[in-house]
């Protein structure tokens, strides 16, 4: 009598064992090529055992910078962006997260800006000249996607980043936000 583990191994191992001209017959019809090869890339990345890509511009736009219009105070705005901006760790949740309110332009230029300790008394992190306003996410349930769950806070600060070479477009870009200092009065 087979068990329930059983088929499934033999299901996966069938599965394995496909010849390769069947093992990329499956289309994903409602993308483009390229859409579809970008896809294919993250599942690489994703299920990759060596260390991750680098991020990149487009990276740190869509995962860190926010429009206006939804109220930065909401309490649930950290459980949704992080669902919809997919921002994770090869699908583990993060720790903490920030969200700037800001154009990439401007946290771009605070590159330029001299560095300052970080946090953690590092001192390889840019300060930011004006204050910014963004959303901390702090992890507070879960370990995989999709069972996160982030507390939000509301701040106007100075933006600690951490800045990086991107070789292929030859510019030096944001890579990480640190922190966003809370300047008490």
């Known amino acids: 009598m087979r068990t329930l583990i059983t088929t499934q191994l033999l299901s996966l191992l069938l599965l394995l064992l496909q010849p390769p001209q069947f093992q990329r017959a499956f289309k994903y019809y409602d993308l483009s090529?390229?859409?579809?090869?970008?896809?294919?890339?993250y599942l690489e990345e994703l299920f990759a055992t060596?260390?991750?890509?680098?991020?990149?511009?487009?990276d740190f736009q869509k995962t860190v910078i926010i429009q206006p219009g939804r109220p930065l105070s909401d309490p649930e705005y950290c459980n949704d962006e992080m669902k919809m901006k997919n921002v994770h760790n090869r699908l583990y949740c993060r720790k903490e997260h920030f969200f700037l309110q800001v154009a990439?332009?401007?946290?771009?230029k605070i590159c330029h800006n001299i560095y300052v300790p970080c946090?953690?008394?590092?001192?390889k992190c840019h300060r930011s000249k004006?204050?910014?306003?963004?959303?901390?996410?702090?992890?507070?349930?879960?370990?995989?996607?999709?069972?996160?769950?982030y507390e939000s806070f509301y701040r106007q600060g100075y933006a600690l980043i951490t800045c990086r070479w991107q070789n292929d477009i030859q510019e030096i870009i944001p890579d990480h936000v640190n922190d966003l200092q809370v300047i008490s009065d």
């Open 119 to 123: 946090k953690n008394g590092v001192k």
């Open 33 to 41: 090529d390229t859409e579809a090869e970008e896809f294919e890339d």
């Open 104 to 108: 990439y332009e401007k946290v771009q």
């Open 130 to 149: 004006k204050l910014i306003e963004g959303v901390y996410c702090n992890l507070t349930a879960g370990v995989k996607m999709s069972y996160c769950e």
């Open 50 to 58: 060596g260390p991750t890509k680098p991020p990149t511009k487009e």
